[in-house]
């Protein structure tokens, strides 16, 4: 048997899926619906290393969460759009939440949603054709600075109650792309209702309430840029934020949609040279992002950076949340529904 093949066999075999929470019954407190972690932040107070928060992307339907008319919580199946098999899937609502691990990331315990959209402020029919999702709030990269947690995702939900008879795409489009919120890490134990979303002034808006999107990373509707429920799409999503030690910022990679079930074949890249994101408006800082990556013909999704497996990057302890000068580009072709990491980023300043 050839090398290459049996040490992929071998990796194979060996995997252990850690133990995760099973989903609660259709009406029941607790987990519903898919999870992916996006993030997973290492607890500095814990020397053993092992204690783990991560941030999940969690997505549900009307069938996975019916609405509850109590707690508001849960989506209602009336004009509701397609999702990315047309007939045979309706679209999901993603949303933000946090586990916890204490023993090196084995097992893992549900702590609870840190942001989501409600019922209200869903796009549906006739309006919604993106073939994606409803609304909500996902895809976060979440970085830790002094006491918070800085979370940027993706913002699909209309920023305000959606109504069909009054419905705006440039309202739409004004309140969507990539957000930022943040809690305090001492909150994740128990995040629920606790993070704060940028209100365009300061991080005071609710957990589950508009806030307001960083304004440079917005495409301008001139320039193609439209809303999230659109056929033609026209937004950055899918954030990977790290802090660079060579250039002394943050750097983020981001995705764009071009259209139906958010095709595009580009990676943008965008810098905010303040390391406290807390002060005044640094976290809306963001250069206009520029094009970083085009594989035409493809659907490309998911960029981040990844450490080398160099001595210096060991021994700096860098992970996808901390980078040096170099760095390796990883992202997902969409459309083989495989990951790749072909290229290599040298940074200059």
Partial sequence: MPTQALQASTAAEAYTAPKLPKNAHTGSPGLHGAIWFETVYQDEKDTSGKTLYAIYHNENYPETLPYNPRSGEGYLDKQWPLGLTDRITPAAVPRIGVM???????????????????????????????????????????????????????????PGVYDPTTYSPDTEWSGQCISVARIKITDLD??????????????????????????????????????????SGGFH????????TYLECWVMLMGHVEGQKWVGDKLYISFNPHRDLGEGNNSQAWTTPKLLLQKPGHVIWYPSLQPLATPEDIAAKHTSMKLGKKARLFFKYSDLGRYFSTYQIEFEK
Wanted: glycine content about 14%.
């Fill in 190 to 231: 128990n995040p629920q209702g606790k993070a704060k979303r940028w209100d365009g002034m300061r991080f005071e808006a609710p957990w589950d309430d508009i806030g307001a999107p960083i304004a440079s990373l917005q495409i301008p509707r001139e320039k193609g840029g439209g809303p999230a429920s659109s056929q």
């Fill in 237 to 244: 999503w899918g954030p990977s934020v790290s802090w660079n």
């Fill in 100 to 158: 916890k691990s204490t023993d090196g990331g084995w097992s893992w315990d549900n702590k609870g949603i840190m942001l989501e959209d409600k019922q209200p402020r869903l796009i549906l029919n006739p309006h919604n054709s993106s073939k994606t999702f409803a609304g909500g709030v996902g895809d976060p990269s979440a970085v830790a600075v002094g006491e918070y947690l800085y979370l940027f995702y993706g913002e699909y939900g209309y």
